[in-house]
């Protein structure tokens, strides 16, 4: 117990206290304002049991068993801590220091999902166009609302990254059981890099489409190969980022991929040259039964059979 101006305090009995003095301003705590002559129990809340009391001139603390600080008496200037600014005559909780996030504002949309986890508070932004917006925060502090606090331009906006937009222009040049092919790439990235491009073909004019196993490309070309030869196709392609997958390409022109032909053989002995000397032939008949095959002279004796007419 510590002694006071006009108002001496006992230390508790079995967790009670007990005060008598002045109590002009409440600061005996037995719920009135009248002097007492001779020692009155302080009229503690339900169930509290103090460790602890300490005397002002015009106020008292205690400390509870439950680790909460209780007030009473003059209350000037704030000076109870209990968030108001009056003199309670029995003992008032004071607050406590624990400061809770109640609202956040990005401009004028309110954040949605407010969770605290340990000492961190989380919220999640509302949709919004791109740019920076102010931050006001909601909070109390003890459980007793506070002013609002503004963050200038405490968080911006960005653009939402999407799939990639539409490759255009795909090419297809037909080979032996293969097909390289090349396209543009989008001019909208979603922005996210482009990772890679996926591509499918089909046999029935684009009603049906069939992936490719060997035909993912991180650039805007590919071989596809395992095709058939003699069998019309057409492809597709769509491009590929971090969030997924964009919108297929229109068809490519059909193409059908078929063997590299043959060389034409040349004559041999005093055979039959059949078409020797006709349109699109290697061979060129000379004078004298001589032939020219691509700037050489082959000189011969020719049977008349072999003879061009």
């Known amino acids: 117990m510590r002694p006071s101006h006009g108002h001496p305090r006992a230390i508790r009995i079995q967790w009670r206290i007990y005060s008598w003095g002045y109590n002009g301003f409440g600061e005996i705590g037995d719920g009135s304002n009248v002097t007492r002559a001779e020692p009155v129990e302080v009229a503690l809340p339900g ?27 003059s209350g000037g200037f704030g000076a109870l801590g209990t968030g108001e600014i009056s003199s309670p005559s029995s003992p008032v909780q004071v607050l ?6 109640t609202s956040v504002l990005f401009g004028e949309d309110p954040g949605v999902g407010l969770v605290r986890t340990g ?5 999640i932004a509302p949709p919004h ?43 297809a040049v037909p080979g032996d059981g293969e097909a390289a092919l090349s396209w543009m790439a989008p001019g909208d990235d979603g922005g996210a890099a482009i990772t890679g491009y996926q591509v499918e073909c089909s046999t ?24 058939e030869n003699g069998t019309a196709y057409v492809f597709r392609v769509r ?3 971090s969030v997924g997958a964009g919108v297929w390409s ?3 022109a059909p193409i059908t991929p078929s063997a590299a032909p043959v060389p034409t053989e ?4 005093d055979g039959e040259l059949a078409g020797t000397g006709g349109a699109g032939s290697p061979w060129l008949p000379m004078a004298g039964g001589a032939l020219l095959l691509g700037g050489i002279l082959l000189l011969g004796v020719l049977s008349r059979r072999n003879h061009v007419r």
């Open 47 to 73: 169930g509290v049991a103090v460790t602890g009391v300490s005397a002002g001139d015009h106020h008292s603390l205690a400390l509870g068993a439950d680790e909460a600080t209780y007030a009473w008496g």
């Open 96 to 101: 406590s220091l624990d400061v809770s996030v």
């Open 119 to 123: 000492g961190v508070w989380t919220v």
């Open 129 to 171: 166009s791109a740019g920076a917006v102010d931050v006001v925060l909601g909070w109390t502090l003890g459980g007793v609302a506070q002013s609002p606090l503004t963050l200038s331009d405490g968080f911006a906006f960005l653009d939402p990254v999407t799939v990639p937009g539409v490759p255009g222009d795909v090419v």
């Open 204 to 227: 029935d004019g684009g009603a049906t489409w069939m992936p490719f196993a060997d035909a993912v490309s991180e650039s805007a070309a590919v071989t596809v190969t395992g095709l």
């Open 239 to 241: 491009a590929v980022n």
């Open 250 to 252: 229109g068809a490519s």
């Open 266 to 269: 040349p004559p041999s002995g």
